[in-house]
């Protein structure tokens, strides 16, 4: 049994909220000062799990240490600044990257994406940066995706390599962050992002998305097919850089 004392010490910590059929549990917020540029920004970081039964927050708490969590992956995400009541506030819809953000790997531009990214809310004031457990490899898992690099490294382009593996283009959903995003904020964001199809994803859930930040840079040769590949095929926006197709827009994100 958990102390009671710890229960009373969490349980204003957690939220819980309906997602479809099942359940949305977010804990937060928890300070986390993190290093941007060298300087030190503080962050206020939240988790959230998903689960098909509804629990109080000590039930929740008991059923931890044997729900074996280490075995899945839960999302989190980043607030800085009063990103509850500011005016403008700029978010990020992260996708889990093992290989580039924590290992820095230069194929592809996640790990400069995350930062970058998050230096933007910080000079901004205020916004928050999702990060989605669930997405590695644009949702196909982390093994999938080493099978998908070695299709990759015998020529094949990371949409190709997905189809060839029985898996969508991209196999990302974004329900449970907009459940969560809804929570923390219900006045408007600027989404930073290239990819339209983020962008229609928070419109077509009816939120209130201001505008569209591009992110683009630390372009390579080890990355430059990866980044072609996800203008001409994957619909992304390239911003006056040259490459044919940048100004494609899906029909519902013209905005």
């Not at 909220?17 to 300087?39: A, D, M, T």
């Not at 962050?43 to 044997?66: H, N, P, R, T, V």
């Not at 910080?122 to 997405?135: D, I, K, P, T």
């Not at 840079?217 to 590949?229: A, I, M």
Request: aromatic share 8%; glycine share 10%; with cysteine.
């Amino acid at each position: 049994m958990i102390n009671s004392h710890i229960i009373q010490l969490l349980a204003p910590k957690i939220q819980t909220f309906p997602s479809g059929k099942e359940f949305i549990y977010l804990v937060g917020p928890i300070k986390l000062p993190v290093s941007l540029g060298g300087e030190t920004k503080t962050f206020q970081w939240y988790s959230w799990m998903k689960s098909d039964k509804a629990m109080e927050s000590g039930e929740l708490i008991e059923s931890l240490a044997a729900a074996e969590l280490a075995e899945r992956q839960q999302s989190s995400v980043l607030v800085y600044g009063d990103f509850a009541e500011a005016q403008d506030a700029m978010i990020r819809m992260h996708s889990i990257c093992h290989t580039g953000d924590i290992f820095g790997s230069k194929r592809c531009d996640c790990g400069f994406q995350l930062e970058q990214s998050m230096t933007m809310i910080a000079a901004h004031g205020a916004g928050a940066l999702f990060y989605l457990a669930n997405h590695e490899g644009r949702g196909i898992g982390l093994f999938s995706k080493a099978m998908a690099y070695i299709l990759q490294e015998e020529g094949l382009d990371t949409v190709d390599a997905n189809l060839q593996l029985g898996f969508t283009d991209d196999a990302r959903n974004y329900d449970d962050a907009i459940a969560v995003l809804r929570a923390l904020r219900t006045a408007p964001v600027t989404l930073i992002t290239n990819n339209p199809r983020k962008l229609a994803a928070l419109q077509e859930a009816g939120l209130n998305v201001g505008g569209r930040v591009p992110l683009w840079g630390d372009r390579s040769s080890f990355n430059e097919k990866y980044l072609q590949t996800k203008v001409s095929r994957s619909g992304h926006l390239a911003e006056n850089d040259g490459w044919a197709g940048a100004e494609t827009l899906l029909p519902h994100a013209q905005a």
